[in-house]
């Protein structure tokens, strides 16, 4: 069995133990059960930080940054709003507009953006009566359209070498 300890040199290093004693116990121990757990699937040994070069970040991203990226994502992940979006991403709509082609009502889409506005992923401008949106800038563009894109590449069920799924058979 493989044992992973702290070591303040590396972090965690890797030390054979002798397996428990099964003399007087069955199979079904609870000293079994959890040997059996720890003991990685099809033979893999965990590997340790030693075995892996550092990987240097160029840049730091802060728990704010995370947490700001988070709102983004939550605020475009409701369809209707991601509907709202992509029409932006051609363009600057008015309100109105934005209601007709959505099929829903100048509260709902204007709820919506209000959202959106709050989240800073669009911004508005008056002209006269009229309020037109528009999306903050190319930044959200882009995202849109990558997830777009993203979602209509096919789905493929073939293993990918570069991620190792150690969660199923």
């Given at each position: 069995?493989?044992?992973?300890?702290?070591?303040?040199?590396?972090?965690?290093?890797?030390?054979?133990?002798?397996?428990?004693?099964?003399?007087?116990?069955s199979a079904s121990s609870p000293s079994a059960s959890?040997?059996?757990?720890?003991?990685?699937?099809?033979?893999?040994?965990?590997?340790?930080?030693?075995?892996?070069?550092?990987?240097?970040?160029?840049?730091?991203?802060?728990?704010?940054?995370?947490?700001?990226?988070?709102?983004?994502?939550?605020?475009?992940?409701?369809?209707?709003?991601?509907?709202?979006?992509?029409?932006?991403?051609?363009?600057?709509?008015?309100?109105?507009?934005?209601?007709?082609?959505?099929?829903?009502?100048?509260?709902?889409?204007?709820?919506?953006?209000?959202?959106?506005?709050?989240?800073?992923?669009?911004?508005?401008?008056r002209a006269g009566k009229h309020i037109f949106y528009?999306?903050?800038?190319?930044?959200?563009?882009?995202?849109?359209?990558?997830?777009?894109?993203?979602?209509?590449?096919?789905?493929?069920?073939?293993?990918?070498?570069?991620?190792?799924?150690?969660?199923?058979?």
């Amino acid at each position: 069995m493989t044992r992973l300890t702290a070591n303040k040199a590396n972090g965690v290093s890797k030390t054979r133990t002798p397996a428990p004693s099964t003399e007087g116990s069955s199979a079904s121990s609870p000293s079994a059960s959890a040997s059996a757990a720890r003991t990685p699937a099809h033979g893999q040994e965990h590997c340790g930080p030693e075995e892996h070069a550092r990987r240097a970040r160029s840049s730091v991203v802060s728990d704010e940054q995370l947490e700001r990226a988070a709102s983004i994502f939550r605020a475009a992940g409701d369809v209707s709003r991601l509907k709202l979006l992509h029409r932006l991403s051609d363009g600057e709509w008015c309100v109105t507009e934005l209601a007709e082609a959505a099929g829903v009502g100048l509260s709902t889409v204007s709820q919506q953006l209000r959202l959106l506005r709050a989240e800073r992923i669009v911004t508005r401008r008056r002209a006269g009566k009229h309020i037109f949106y528009s999306l903050a800038d190319s930044h959200v563009s882009d995202l849109i359209h990558s997830a777009i894109e993203h979602a209509a590449e096919p789905h493929s069920h073939q293993h990918d070498d570069r991620h190792d799924d150690s969660d199923g058979p």
